[in-house]
């Protein structure tokens, strides 16, 4: 398997296995959901995991694999899984590291359906949570219990854009002998490669920036070659939340530009956040690439860039707030991120509306916040969109 030392190579070439039966350049798309075995032996074998061959889609699949080995190859890590969903590979990946009684320790802000999961379902479980600011070194360190099996977070967190210090969680995570999992979606490899500040699973929604076009919902964890492979063969096999070979193929195809698509969500969502912050209809823009935000100074030595999301709050009411979304023209009203369109949402009562008002409260989402995910459209389109619905809110 060929690789470069240079990831914007590796988008493109790295981690690619064969060039197909017929030699050809795309990858093919093995969509079968079944393996032909020669005999029954060599069924017996892969069933008993003694032959590398393919069983069944739900347990591998060759173009999965292959986005698979992709992804590996961009995180840094020995291997990865792929998901039917973001929510798949976050699901597999706790339940598959934490059982009753075990205690897991997250963040206070996390995207919506995440939220949910750790505030209900592992509870029911028997799961011990804590939701904590994990961009507070002394609040995290407070929080392990000799319970405290993993410590889980997103940076930059959905949707204010908190900055979470990895070397910090990575170091405190080792003392105490706990695995970590950081969600990367808002990055991607091309801006933070968690697990080189020591991060164990990175987990990706590929839903966003990793496909990039906004006609897959999907999921990827790399991490460990063990740690992976066990989650394979545990929960991704028995929860079922696997990918399907065309997904797969789709967010391979996506890969190929993420590189440039990244460059320019970045110039964009500068541009646009300096404009937002300029503009006196504004109150706050939350946005790691302004100087004023706390998560600043990890900027180069975390992160290569901040990326294309950003939240706001205007200084009007939340009638006011809801005029300017309702009168954008070419800004789409969406959940999501990381597509080619710009597109915006009101996290209370979309993304976030998993929280009650008190843990919204908590969690610093005011019902007046904004989130906009900027796309690859000319920024001076973006701007010139944004600038006539502010006038709304003036
Ligand atoms: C959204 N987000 O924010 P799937 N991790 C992060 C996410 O933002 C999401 C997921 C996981 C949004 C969806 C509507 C940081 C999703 C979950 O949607 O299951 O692929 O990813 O707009």
Known sequence: MWESKNIETNTIHGGKKSQGEFGTLSTPIYQTSTFVFDNVQQGAQRFAGEDGGHMYSRLGNPTVEELEARMALL??????????????????????????????????????????????????????????????????????????????????????????????????????????????????????????????????????????????????LCGPGELIDRIKMTTRKDMGAVMSPHDAWLVIRGLKTLH?????????????????????AVEKVYYPGLPNHPGHALLGRQMRGAGGVMAFELKGSFEQAVAFI??????????????????????????????????????????????LAVGLENAQDIVADLGQALSVAR
């Open 260 to 280: 440039l698509r990244m460059q320019r969500h970045g110039e964009n969502g500068q541009l646009v956040a300096e404009y937002l912050q300029d503009h006196d």
């Open 75 to 220: 995180e840094g890590t020995e291997a990865a899984a792929a998901f039917g969903s973001g929510m798949g590979a976050v699901s597999s990946a706790v339940l598959a590291l934490l059982k009753a009684g075990d205690h897991l320790v997250t963040s206070h802000r996390l995207y919506g359906c995440t939220f949910a999961l750790f505030n209900h379902q592992l509870p029911a479980l028997g799961i011990e949570v804590s939701f904590v600011d994990l961009a507070d070194e002394q609040a995290l360190r407070a929080a392990i219990r000799p319970n405290t099996k993993v410590i889980y977070g997103e940076t930059p967190i959905n949707p204010c854009m908190t900055v979470i210090d990895l070397d910090t969680v990575a170091a405190i995570a080792r003392q105490h002998d706990l695995t970590t999992v950081i969600d990367n979606t808002f990055m991607s490899p091309i801006l933070q490669r968690p697990a080189s500040h020591g991060i164990d699973l990175v987990l990706h929604s590929a839903t966003k920036y990793l496909n990039g076009h906004g006609d897959v919902v999907a999921g990827i």
């Open 326 to 371: 309702n009168k954008l023209q070419m800004c789409k009203r969406a959940v999501s991120l990381g597509d080619a369109e710009t597109l915006i949402q009101h996290p209370a009562s979309m993304t976030h509306s998993t929280y009650e008002p008190e843990e919204l409260a908590e969690a610093g989402i005011s019902r007046t916040l904004i989130r």
